[in-house]
């Protein structure tokens, strides 16, 4: 926690409203009522810090923050490379994107900017540490923010400029030393695509290269080091004359850009949290991907981290933007810190008059000041933050379990032809992890690179490319008494996407042989039959031999694979490996998953089981935190469901917030939050 | 009308044929046969009048138009900028479009040229002087014809090349004098989208800008503009040497091009009606998209249009083309008339052999002459329009309720992101149209800037932006006693889509505030109950307070909102203003319209409750008609639907055709139109 | 067949294996034991035959061909134009592909090359003279493979190049000799169209013109052309010194490429076949539409064609790739043969390691070696081929049908517009087409430029284009005795898609003269009686008029229209001549076309009735074969369902392979096919 303190509060935009100091002083007076302790400034600012080139006027966030810290109201400090200014893209358009048709982006929107291009460095370092000499060491000043949502520009987020594909040659070069190698690495010789010159090599384009795989996955591993680097080569310049952590926002689910990358470069995780709520009745989906985030978020540095956007009342971008039904802001604000979250910040404070962002949602619309639902909602989020302080200092999630999600594999299998055209990773990653939180058993999804040591039971769902290392990790990992579960079309791929060609590098431990898969349409779905309940095997079923002694749990039911093998359970060293050849559904896996924590020791910080709905998690005195901590863990229930839950067989338990004993029974209204402690 | 005549003919493009003098000369007898009294020539004619730059050729022209003067054939001249020739493309590519892509189109299809091209415009005015000084005078031509279809080209029609651009930046500096008033007005701090030169301005663009609203709106203003000028110089070069009025072709519903600006160019209005029978059985939806374009198009200049283009058999341009059913053609001929056409005008008289439109339908087809179904249909409309003649003179529709429909909200509703990104503008105005069309009310559609007196009822559907003076015209509207209707999402910006921030500015007119807008996903739609049967809010869901005073007479019955108001009423002044928080459906419009029409005073032509699928419109002597007008209003009375229709109740009425009386009872054939009078 | 074998084998890339000589020796093994006894090498190796510009090597060829060689392998040897080297592209980017966007290709994928290119040409020619002198006369080469499915490539398979432009432009000068010419046959003066400088013909473009359909028809002959020129230029390159003949890999309905025109180049018609099996159960419209293709090729030529790819497995490229189910592989390879294949040859030999192929299906999957399923059975053809020799050797199939499948008819049809724009000329070729299938009588898909000699029965569906003679030629067919099935929208255009305007060419040969047609909603359908029965009329609905003694044999029944004719017969000298006025279904089409046999005398090899699911074919000693051709014609009964099927009636006959009498009753496994003989 900074300074002791969960934070509350968002993004703050008084230059907007410079003309306006009736408006500027009502904020301040405003973000008191809401419990607001905490404002990021500077986001997107660049034009009006730096008017003109070289010409810098801070004289108006020094005013605002010097009145924010008055008030008590702690700043995030963003530097604004998140769009440019136009007097910059008028005397240098090279320090714009390339899109992959090899077109130059004219002015405009915003993340415009390549990330190689020197002269864009330049002229946001100048800024950075100036803003780094003149507010890096203001007491209210508490962390600085690096760009906005790096990466989240136009179609594949990349630019494709001369200079950055001779960033990527440089870049290849140092990884394959030869081409000989980045030939044999890339299968070169089919479709006659060896390379013999460095300068043949150019970035995928729809008009161009975009069917050799090798190149592909590189190219992404490339956008993702140049992007990482762009950020490192601010935070040099921030850091100059401050020593305050660092953070950049990431986004949900973010392909483009390979997170276990980045998070290297940055202090502090935080994100972006735009659940879709209210698409239907049924909430779970959504509070599923939400949970899989922060799950995510959480993991990529074991430890607490910050929801630094969320909205507290509707979207304006979605095809169709609900209102936050009752309820749901508290619920999803506390959802984040349940999972770990040290904040409940907001993209935006106040709607602006115009522009793109002007109907997204914030704590105050054009009208009505504070008389509006929303505000309301968020002062109450305000309030119970503040009352949650004391017993959440020093707390974080710590999972036994996790499910693999890597970007990497993402990428690879996604871009891969066949068996189909459509896998959806994130979407079978979802439906692994949701068995895993419909039983309030929390998991981290973790990268193919991380230790698995501390878990007992890994998913690796879909995992197609094994990258260097990992089947021997695996193997460690299940000698020593871990449990895995992994499914068709994983372990198929090297780093470069090279088939294996001897066996399957988890053969012994899966106990399995892989044969063929089958995609099959609609009409010719298969089923199998799991602890005597019928359940489907559908578009991707593969076709595999179990070794000696391999346990078959069930067996295909139709077709000419009949009686192969559906979910295998092969014992080795310490631990246990299981395979699903088929995908199935929720359903199955609900009943797969319930055996495996059986198996792993795993349950919920409740001990029972949870209604339809309803998950928990659980925040426990973190080891190694530098100051006063919590003594006791705290249990988050949370209610997604729009009608009341009551969850039995509990025990005694206190509620953390207003102190009644919760005995036996635990009873809660739609769409609610309890926060328990023993 | 021209010369005392409703017109009958079409587009004639004899240049197509002018190696088969027989097909000419059979052109002029089938003519005469088909009672075609004006025929348009030259639209499209460039590469034939000047085959090579600054080489004329006139005399093919020039016969024909002799020709058609022998046999009483009127001709309106259409100077034939539509399409430019291969010679001035090849020589000056210059004057060809540049797409928002920022790609110089390649020679070919139609309307490929831009709007601000001085060589454009130098040579299409050379050759417009010279059809003016050889053919203004003619005395069987009665009316230039600019160009054809203005913007109906690529994309977004507008031409984005530098030329262009400049011209843009211009019209900005004349409208905003300042940048500092220009980044007010668009909110230019946001992304930091502040512009310190003019010369950063640039036109909206995928890879660019399109995610600054301001400057969208304004790029659409400045297109209208741009091409409006483009015709007024045209209008400048044929009015040389002639006197006759001009008129130039609108579209349906054409969003690239407001008409309300272009219209002050012109004398005439014409346009160009496609509706899709036979689309379904119910042909209501077609017919009140008709009658809803001939509404905007003769209220754009308050008086009688022409239809300038119809076919009188199939186009050829949809995904399928149903053949007209019998009755089909003389009833929307007579439509059109019925609302205000002083015309029936087609394309095209004969089909061509070749290229894009070889298969629109014409009134002779390529085989059987005259000896076709069509062509029978088409003389009867002839024959059928002489002999109404007399009593239509000097007559026009006077609408006593106009419904808002404005091209600047348009695209400002449509542009702007949330609360959601489908709104349909022209649906949901077609939605209200529709009940005043089942009622047989007319109804003006009228721009934001035009006056509301003369008017008992206003309906302002989706009037998101309030241009400047807009309230308070509407304000003195209602104080006078008008009765205005306006729905959610209205009155939310100004002029550059700045949001206001004091209060909504017909807060004390509606007597509402407005708090937010829900955009509910389909399982979360609500309902209202409405004089005692319920009707489903979907979509779009404002939630407001009513004032002191505001009388709810309905509430929304589900979710958290259940309770606020979904439609009031409000007395102001000697008038009423009703709000309609939610879209709803047509049985709920149908109805609450009925209330509005009784409390306006109004009742259709008849006195009567229609059937449906029947409308009735009305056209009364004009004021001010300089000539010998009709001493009596006439009605004409339209059925709509593949079955016969029967009305009653409707006192004593005469057949203005046949003389026979009506009485009390009107049978009326399937798709069938009867014309009354007192 | 080439020295006397069915071919068995397919495309071999040990170019891609060179550093792993156990593989490439496993391959040999292999291959014998799946019966293998021809590969195909050198597709897509330029790279490694020619490493740097000017410095060949191949060796390694050279090694391979006598290694496959010893093992009494023949080998088909490509010319490696389909995928071109880095180095080429790098110093030559001139020679890469131009889109019709106009924008010049990256290099990457395969086929990226402009077919005008000269130094493509001059590079290309230069490495095949020397495969030519090197491998010409080789013992065990036996047949060129010019390139890989050439047009294959970007959007439309064309280059918009300069040097393409040009060439167009040569091209439309030497067919029309004047500008008058060209503008006339264009119908020029719609739109201005008119071209007064052979410099202002472009390629039809996105950006340009589309809306001319001479030109785009004219287009689309000159690409045909053009390609067509360029595999010429490598023959000549190949047989520089070898006599070898030549071959070049078709597509199944493939639209860039008109195969009439290119298969002038080629001694031997070949074609790669991808059903997409097991979409359905039902597999009977993928048996059709393989079958479709199989006569077409054969049709080419009128002759044995070679299955030159098809797969062993599934294929990586559709969006989901099911597995073959046991029995498809053989049953789909034993349907190349019934139809006249003298092989059967896979994509793939092997899968390889990396890149965009890499999932698709090949004998030799990356694990398990020859214990799979797919080499099993691959193993399986090989054998049964290797018996079927003796009994084919000399035969093909003499159908006495045939159907108009025309490409310069499907550009024309698709690319107008009106009545409707979602014409698909194949699938109305198709449902004609498989009414022959299904009734097991083969029939030829034959251009119109064809004779018509020697058929009975003729049809020509949707038949939109007259080409010069065509309808001579089909007068002289019906004056015969011929009997000629044609439809709606049949005869419209000639050669340069301008309208008839006399008559229909065929008017009396049909007995009717058409006036309009009707493209109605699903709504307004129509239906007609025949035989009895009722079928629905829908989509195209044309409204004809009979001439005098034309039997009309079925009307209409509703609308407007009804009574008009749906079905005619006309006797026209010894022939007949039926009209199909509207679309109909498939019910109607298989009644129809058995009256159509019945009439025709035509009945299938076995004289009886075939149950669903089931077709045959007849391949009967081929006239002037040059040696010892089998004795009898031999009779292919394939079973295309899912289960078994019994067929009766059919007399004595025998089995071909084991010699099994089969008498009256022939029972056949679910997915088999059984050969019989007298």
């Given amino acids: 926690m900074f300074k002791g303190k969960l934070l509350h509060g968002g993004d703050y935009n008084p230059e907007q409203w410079l003309d306006c100091p009736e408006i500027l002083e009502e904020d301040i007076r405003l973000m008191e009522e809401a419990g607001v302790n905490c404002v990021t ?29 008055e008030a008590g109201i702690q700043v995030i400090l963003a530097t604004p490379s998140g769009a440019m200014p136009h007097w910059l893209t008028q005397k240098y358009p090279e320090a714009m994107q390339v899109q992959e048709n090899g077109k130059r982006n004219l002015p405009g929107k915003r993340h415009n900017f390549c990330y ?71 299968w070169g010789r089919f479709w006659s695509h060896v390379y013999t010159d460095w300068n043949q090599v150019h ?40 020593d305050l952590p660092v953070t950049t926002n990431f986004m949900a689910f973010f392909k483009n850009l390979d997170y276990n990358r980045l998070k290297q470069e940055i202090d502090i995780i935080s994100w972006d949290s735009y659940p879709f709520w209210h698409k239907s009745k049924d909430e779970v989906p959504e509070a599923v991907w939400a949970s899989a985030n922060h799950s995510l978020m959480r993991a990529l540095k074991k430890g607490p981290f910050l929801l630094m ?103 690879a299998v996604e871009d891969t032809t066949g068996p189909r055209l459509d896998l959806d990773y994130v979407e079978c990653v979802l439906a692994h992890y949701r068995a895993f939180w419909e039983a309030g058993i929390e998991a981290d999804l973790i990268g193919m690179d991380e230790p698995l040591d501390g878990y007992r039971l890994v998913s690796a769902p879909l995992n197609y490319m094994y990258k260097s290392g990992y089947a021997n990790k695996v193997k460690r990992f299940v ?74 749990l069930s067996v ?20 246990q490996a299981f395979f699903i050849a088929a995908q199935s559904d929720m359903d199955f896996l609900r009943v797969f998953y319930r055996d495996m924590f059986q198996k792993a020791g795993l349950q919920n910080a409740l001990g029972i089981e949870l209604p339809y709905g309803v998950t928990i998690t659980e925040r426990v005195p973190q080891k190694g935190y530098k100051g006063q901590a919590a003594e006791e863990g705290v249990v988050f229930v949370m209610n997604f469901r729009h009608e009341p839950a009551e969850l039995s067989g509990l025990g005694e338990w206190k509620d953390a917030e207003n102190g009644e004993i919760v005995s036996s029974v635990l009873r809660m209204e739609k769409l609610s939050c309890r926060i328990l402690t023993k």
Avoid at 48 to 65: A, C, K, Q
């Fill in 556 to 575: 295909y039911e139709k077709d000419f694979y009949a009686g192969a093998p559906v979910v295998t359970r092969n014992s080795y060293g310490e631990g």
């Fill in 203 to 242: 970035s995928p384009a729809p008009h161009g290269e975009w069917s050799m795989t090798g190149l592909t996955v590189d190219w992404r591993r490339f956008v993702s080091e140049q992007m990482s680097d762009f950020c490192r080569s601010e935070i040099q310049a921030v850091k100059k004359y401050s």
């Fill in 41 to 69: 400034l500077g986001v997107f600012s660049w034009a009006v810090l730096e008017p003109e080139e070289g010409v810098y006027d801070f004289n108006w966030l020094e005013e605002r923050i010097d009145r924010l810290g």
């Fill in 309 to 411: 956007e969320s909205v507290p009342s509707a979207v304006n971008w979605r095809e169709y933007n609900p209102l936050k039904r009752p309820g749901m802001h508290m619920l999803s604000s506390l959802q984040a810190v349940g999972h770990g979250s040290d904040s409940v910040q907001y993209f935006q404070w106040r709607k602006g008059r115009g522009a793109y962002e002007k109907f997204h949602g914030a704590v105050l619309d054009h009208l009505n000041g504070k008389n509006t639902r929303t505000f309301r909602d968020v002062a109450e989020v305000g309030e119970r933050l503040y009352a949650l302080t004391e017993c959440l200092k020093g707390t974080v999630n710590v999972p036994k379990a996790a499910v693999i999600f890597d970007w990497e594999n993402w990428w």
């Fill in 116 to 186: 190689t291009s020197p002269v864009m460095r330049e002229k946001i370092h100048a800024l950075d540490e100036r803003l780094s000499e003149q507010f890096g060491k203001k007491e209210n000043v508490i962390l600085w923010h690096i760009s906005n949502e790096l990466g989240g520009n136009f179609s594949d987020g990349a630019c494709h400029c001369k200079l950055c594909q001779e960033a990527f040659r440089g870049w290849l070069k140092k990884k394959y030393k030869t081409l000989d190698n980045l030939n044999r690495a890339w």
């Fill in 479 to 552: 000698e020593n008494g871990g449990l895995y579960v992994t499914t068709y079309f994983s372990g198929a791929v090297d780093d470069t996407d090279l088939c294996f060609t001897e066996n399957h590098p988890l053969e012994d431990v899966l106990g399995i042989v892989p044969e063929e898969i089958d995609a099959p349409s609609e009409e010719f779905a298969n089923s199998f039959s799991y602890q005597g309940r019928e359940y489907p095997a559908v578009r991707m079923c593969a076709v595999v031999h179990p070794k000696e002694g391999t346990e078959v």
